[in-house]
């Protein structure tokens, strides 16, 4: 494990310790796959996994795990639909910002299990982009 880590942003250590800290993760999900267990691995590696999936599994064991992982192909084949049979630039902007926050949250502590500010605008665009597209008052 990597426990010598003291700073808790992984921007400052290398691929190596990174795939570390996710071999870890794995391992810690599947011997508490029922509830996870995210405080109880934050106190044993000083870090929580840095990957959305992860974290998910971790805070919400099978279940949470599986439900963000279905809210995320959800949003993703709701975007690519809403690109491909209505485009327009405001939609490619909130399909970008979409994208980019995915990616970011697969190394980061940001998003949707952490709460991330970003992950809740990019969810209000895409709601008022519904109730646009749907004519909703």
């Not at 990616?103 to 646009?132: C, E, K, P």
């Amino acid at each position: 494990n990597i426990t010598g880590i003291s700073d808790s942003r992984l921007s400052d250590i290398n691929l190596s310790d990174r795939t570390t800290l996710f071999a870890d993760a794995i391992a810690y999900i599947s011997d508490n796959i029922i509830i996870g267990g995210a405080y109880q691995f934050t106190q044993i590696y000083g870090m929580p996994p840095h990957n959305v999936i992860l974290s998910a599994f971790m805070a919400g064991g099978i279940i949470g795990g599986t439900i963000l992982i279905s809210m995320m192909i959800s949003q993703f084949l709701y975007i690519i639909n809403l690109l491909k049979y209505k485009y327009s630039f405001k939609y490619l902007v909130i399909s970008v910002a979409f994208f980019a926050m995915i990616l970011d949250s697969m190394t980061h502590n940001t998003g949707y299990v952490q709460g991330d500010y970003a992950t809740f605008i990019a969810w209000g665009s895409i709601l008022l982009y519904i109730r646009d597209e749907n004519n909703i008052r």
